[in-house]
C-alpha cells in the first residue's frame, strides 16, 4: 500500500496562490486526487488525475484556478492553486485509488496522507 504525506499548505490572502506537493511511497503512483475537508464537513472531491496524467478533471468550483499534475518518475503530485478564495479553506488531503477511472467519491480512494492546512483569510 501506498503512503502519501502533503506539505505546501498555508494562509494566504484571497487572489492568492498555493502549490501543494504529495510525495508517494511504496507501490508505483496509481490514480490520484485531491480532497478538501472544511471544519465540520464532510471530505469532497476537488482534483483528480489518472495514472499517465493525460486527463486530469476538476470540481466546477476551482476549474480555472486549480492545476492538478504529477511526475511518476519522482512519485509525486501537485496541485497549483491559485485566485483562492475563503471557501476554499480546509484540510487538503492527498489520495491515491487502485482504479484506473476512479469517480469523485472520498470511497473510490483507499489511500489518504495525513493533510496539509490550507486557509485563506479575506
Known amino acids: 500500500q501506498a503512503q502519501l504525506v502533503e506539505s505546501g499548505g498555508g494562509l494566504v490572502q484571497a487572489g492568492g496562490s498555493l502549490r501543494l506537493s504529495c510525495t508517494a511511497s511504496?507501490?508505483?503512483?496509481?490514480?490520484m486526487g485531491w480532497f478538501r475537508q472544511a471544519p465540520g464537513k464532510e471530505r469532497v472531491f476537488v482534483a483528480g488525475?489518472?495514472?499517465?496524467?493525460?486527463?486530469?478533471y476538476y470540481t466546477d468550483s476551482v476549474l480555472g484556478r486549480f492545476t492538478i499534475s504529477r511526475d511518476n518518475a519522482e512519485k509525486m503530485v501537485y496541485l497549483q492553486m491559485n485566485l483562492l478564495k475563503p471557501e476554499d479553506t480546509g484540510i487538503y488531503y492527498c489520495a491515491s485509488s487502485g482504479r484506473p477511472w476512479p469517480g469523485r467519491s472520498a470511497d473510490d480512494y483507499d489511500t489518504y496522507g495525513q493533510g496539509t492546512q490550507v486557509t485563506v483569510s479575506s
Open positions: 511504496g507501490r508505483p503512483l496509481l490514480s
Open positions: 488525475i489518472n495514472r499517465s496524467g493525460s486527463s486530469p
